[in-house]
């Protein structure tokens, strides 16, 4: 009976494929790639020269191997998220590793290359975060605020957070300027350009020179300086030339019979002295009063009709012609004044304030005039009339 010597009893090394134990630098995968200890030789034994067992000494899988090693995998492509994440870079030792196994499987032909060996997971260890550059900071003007912020930054350093989006900038208002005060000066009292009771007190002077340059400064301010005139618009102006207008000089010593039998001469041209010609020329106060109620008349007639312009310009309207002050005084005037010259002084102021406005009333008083007893008076009304009727 043959006796078969012990053997050593070998265990063959099986194959362990936990994916945690691969070395990433030489991976080696199953018995095949595996040394396999070889039995010492021991003289007390003949050497063995076939095997006990025989089994296929080729591999007993066939992979396929990969022309371009590619992942196993395609990672699933998600929406941007809106911020970009960082990205953890690996060790370069790992990355070489990974590197050299993928060429060295296909550099290697099959038969001559260990068994395929599937890729490792995702390696479980964490790779230590990469430090984060601080943002850049933005220079501010130093404030109070400011301050204090730049103050509570430098204590520490402050952690950032990649997962979190950037927060703006806080904004720092400035304090506005006090401004300057604005110094409200009190309004001046305008100062009157004209002296109204100078002008009042000339005409109520009994001298009748006075009253009669008063009337004709009053006359060249209308017609000079309107605007500046409009402060003698007053009543007690007004009231002033209705006093002389009206005023009696029926007592008043008029003009002697001497006086009327040389003004006789001088007008039929005859040669009188010189004597006789001041005697003739001289104005009594009786004449000097009816004079000023000629001067009287004009100057109202002149006010009259700067009242009503004035009036037109604020509202718009016209002033009848009987609401003009002073206006009815000129007409009473016309009709009662035993003196031709008032008269006839009466309807040239009258036609002074001729408008289309004023047509009817002008033409009604004009043609009563007309058949007055006076010559004179009645050429006056005559003249107004034809003027009238242009209008």
Do not use: W
């Not at 010492?40 to 022309?67: C, E, K």
């Not at 090693?69 to 690996?90: C, D, E, F, K």
């Amino acid at each position: 009976m043959l006796q078969v010597p012990n053997l050593p009893n070998y265990q063959l090394q099986q194959p362990n494929y936990n994916a945690v134990k691969i070395d990433i630098h030489n991976p080696q995968v199953g018995g095949a790639t595996c040394p396999v200890q070889q039995p010492q030789y021991n003289p007390q034994y003949a050497p063995v020269t076939n095997p006990y067992y025989t089994y296929p000494q080729t591999q007993l899988y066939d992979y396929p191997q990969a022309v371009n090693a590619q992942p196993y995998y395609v990672p699933v492509q998600t929406a941007q998220p809106y911020y970009q994440p960082v990205v953890m870079q690996q060790p370069n030792s790992v990355a070489n590793a990974s590197a050299n196994a993928s060429a060295s499987a296909v550099s290697n032909p099959i038969g001559q290359q260990p068994l395929y060996c599937p890729p490792c997971p995702p390696c479980q260890q964490t790779a230590p975060a990469q430090p984060v550059a601080p943002a850049p900071s933005v220079v501010t003007p130093v404030t109070e605020a400011s301050a204090a912020a730049n103050a509570a930054v430098q204590q520490g350093p402050q952690q950032v957070n990649i997962y979190q989006s950037p927060q703006p900038a806080p904004v720092v208002t400035e304090v506005p300027k006090e401004q300057p005060k604005v110094e409200v000066e009190q309004p001046v009292d305008m100062q009157p350009q004209v002296d109204l009771n100078g002008f009042i007190a000339k005409l109520s002077n009994p001298d009748f020179e006075v009253q009669a340059n008063a009337m004709e400064e009053i006359a060249n301010m209308v017609k000079d300086e309107p605007q500046k005139a409009t402060e003698l618009l007053d009543s007690k102006i007004i009231d002033s030339l209705n006093n002389i207008i009206k005023a009696d000089s029926s007592k008043l010593a008029g003009p002697t019979q001497e006086q009327i039998n040389l003004r006789q001469k001088m007008m039929s041209d005859q040669k009188l002295s010189d004597q006789e010609k001041a005697i003739a020329t001289t104005i009594t106060p009786m004449e000097q009063a009816e004079r000023n109620k000629s001067y009287a008349m004009f100057t109202a007639a002149i006010l009259e009709k700067l009242y009503g312009e004035e009036v037109t310009k604020l509202t718009g309207n016209k002033v009848p012609l009987p609401e003009l002050p002073g206006a009815i005084t000129i007409v009473d005037q016309l009709k009662d004044n035993p003196n031709p010259m008032v008269r006839t002084s009466a309807i040239e102021a009258l036609s002074y304030l001729q408008t289309p406005e004023y047509k009817k009333d002008l033409t009604t008083l004009f043609s009563i005039a007309k058949n007055d007893q006076d010559k004179g008076v009645q050429e006056a009304a005559a003249a107004a009339l034809e003027k009238l009727n242009q209008v």
